[in-house]
């Protein structure tokens, strides 16, 4: 009797070892889908991104950086004096009325400054521009854990997916 207990016991430590390589096994297997989807979705957001900056960059020349103008190649923004905001849901389709559903924002945000601070970085080429010129602010924003619209660039990097600078110039000359 005892060698048929032995026997028993033996294999109960077997199934309980196999029983929890396989939770183990599984355990990992849910942790890299969940690391895989995540990683899906924040390359999804980051192309659609950067499709949308680079629509906003094209307007901003398109229109030598005139807000109004912008906001009316773009018809479901809303637009201030200096910004142009577009909101989108999860899928990166256009919302036409309500931020409530909104999961990202594109921001464009546009100011006249001295084309001679601008682009002062010219000067070591023997030239330099005088006058005004437009520079824009463009960023895309994941705004799933807020309720509101954000108007200006947010100084917290967290939620900015993409961002950089456009600009033109306006009535500017170059002076030697």
Same mark, same amino acid.
């Given at each position: 009797?005892?060698?048929?207990?032995?026997?028993?016991?033996?294999?109960?430590?077997?199934?309980?070892?196999?029983?929890?390589?396989?939770?183990?096994?599984?355990?990992?297997?849910?942790?890299?889908?969940?690391?895989?989807?995540?990683?899906?979705?924040?390359? +999804?957001?980051? &192309?659609?991104?950067? =499709?949308?900056?680079?629509?906003?960059?094209?307007?901003?020349? $398109?229109? @030598?950086? #005139? *807000?109004?103008?912008?906001?009316?190649?773009?018809?479901?923004?809303?637009?201030?004096?200096?910004?142009?905001?577009?909101?989108?849901?999860?899928?990166?389709?256009?919302?036409?009325?309500?931020?409530?559903?909104?999961?990202?924002?594109?921001?464009?945000?546009?100011?006249?400054?001295?084309?001679?601070?601008?682009?002062?970085?010219?000067?070591?080429?023997? +030239?330099?521009? &005088?006058?005004?010129? =437009?520079?824009?602010?463009?960023?895309?924003?994941?705004?799933? $854990?807020? @309720?509101? #619209? *954000?108007?200006?660039?947010?100084?917290?990097?967290?939620?900015?997916?993409?961002?950089?600078?456009?600009?033109?110039?306006?009535?500017?000359?170059?002076?030697?």
């Amino acid at each position: 009797m005892p060698e048929n207990n032995s026997r028993t016991s033996l294999f109960l430590m077997e199934l309980i070892i196999a029983v929890f390589f396989f939770s183990l096994a599984a355990a990992v297997s849910i942790r890299l889908f969940v690391g895989a989807h995540k990683l899906t979705e924040k390359s +999804t957001a980051l &192309s659609n991104a950067t =499709i949308w900056s680079q629509n906003l960059a094209e307007a901003f020349y $398109e229109c @030598n950086g #005139v *807000i109004p103008k912008i906001a009316e190649m773009f018809p479901y923004s809303s637009a201030s004096e200096d910004a142009v905001i577009l909101l989108f849901d999860e899928e990166w389709n256009v919302l036409q009325d309500t931020h409530s559903d909104a999961s990202y924002e594109a921001l464009l945000v546009a100011e006249k400054v001295d084309a001679a601070t601008l682009y002062s970085d010219i000067k070591k080429y023997g +030239t330099s521009y &005088s006058g005004k010129a =437009i520079k824009g602010n463009i960023a895309i924003l994941n705004v799933k $854990e807020t @309720n509101e #619209v *954000i108007s200006s660039i947010p100084e917290n990097k967290d939620i900015i997916i993409i961002s950089y600078s456009v600009d033109t110039p306006l009535d500017t000359k170059e002076a030697k």
